[in-house]
């Protein structure tokens, strides 16, 4: 029998397969460093980018009622993966079961609001994960609000692997960073505006700039996820009193302690303390 959840303010959560969603954490933290934040990654069972969405979405809704169970009243999936193949489901048919005043968002969305007003062309290429290529979550968000405009995707399956194993910079990273730039380009070579549907992909960086195409912007998650939850918190003060203020952060881990906090060093560039959980 669930215990019901608590009605104090608490952090906002974040959640990520592993460790991808410290790059979205960090812009956040950089432009709302007054919140409180548990981040937490479900490392032991990542990647989540060639799962099913049927386990995707279990995974997701573990993490989430985990989070709910913690403290958080309002909940950031910062994972292309999970807000392509749960996010819906779970706004629509778990949050009113569990907490219809509780709130889980996602990075497409924040993503695809900006799309219209980058590309020229009209021509929008997302390199992501096989997951997110699959579910189709970027053309059909903005075909929603930019019915005008033309996406083409393209799986990079390698560079997840490569961030992971801390070989962003290697120069065997370099074949498959050009490798699939250069294959969604042929689909398509009237792409103006990329998109990392990723959040691994902002440690590929350099690499990335170095194949892509001048005449092609690279639009990364990070900034744009932070600027939209600015701008949900300030138009939903119901929301931000739920939000405790006190500039900490939490890290809590699927995997062991040790591991994560060694591997998100890379990411975050600061020493952090780690806790290990379950959420089966």
């Known amino acids: 029998m669930r215990l019901p959840l608590s009605t104090s303010p608490g952090p906002i959560g974040v959640f990520d397969s592993g460790y991808g969603g410290l790059t979205i954490l ?155 730039i250069t294959e969604l380009i042929r689909q398509d070579d009237s792409i103006d505006t990329m998109i990392l549907g990723c959040t691994h992909y902002p440690l590929l960086l350099p690499k990335i700039r170095t194949y892509m195409p001048d005449n092609i912007q690279i639009v990364s998650q990070g900034e744009l996820v932070a600027n939209s939850l600015k701008d949900y918190l300030h138009r939903h003060p119901e929301m931000d009193v739920k939000c405790t203020k006190q500039g900490s952060c939490r890290y809590l881990t699927t995997e062991a302690a040790d591991k994560f906090a060694e591997s998100a060093s890379y990411f975050l560039n600061e020493q952090i303390n780690v806790e290990r959980i379950s959420l089966e």
Not at 32 to 55: H, T
Request: charged share 25%; with cysteine.
């Open 26 to 180: 960090s812009k956040v933290r950089e432009l709302l460093p007054q919140y409180d934040y548990l981040y937490l990654g479900d490392n032991a069972r990542s990647p989540y980018g060639s799962r099913s969405f049927e386990v995707v979405y279990e995974f997701t809704l573990q993490a989430v009622e985990k989070l709910f169970e913690m403290g958080c009243h309002l909940v950031i999936l910062a994972c292309n993966t999970a807000s392509a193949k749960a996010l819906r489901t779970i706004q629509m048919n778990n949050l009113p079961r569990l907490d219809e005043n509780r709130r889980v968002l996602g990075v497409i969305r924040p993503t695809v609001e900006t799309i219209g007003t980058l590309t020229h062309s009209r021509h929008v290429g997302v390199l992501a994960t096989a997951g997110t290529i699959k579910s189709e979550s970027y053309p059909l968000e903005i075909k929603k609000l930019y019915p005008d405009v033309e996406v083409s995707g393209k799986a990079c399956p390698m560079w997840v692997p490569l961030v992971e194993n801390g070989e962003a910079d290697a120069a065997g990273a370099d074949y498959f960073v050009e490798k699939y």
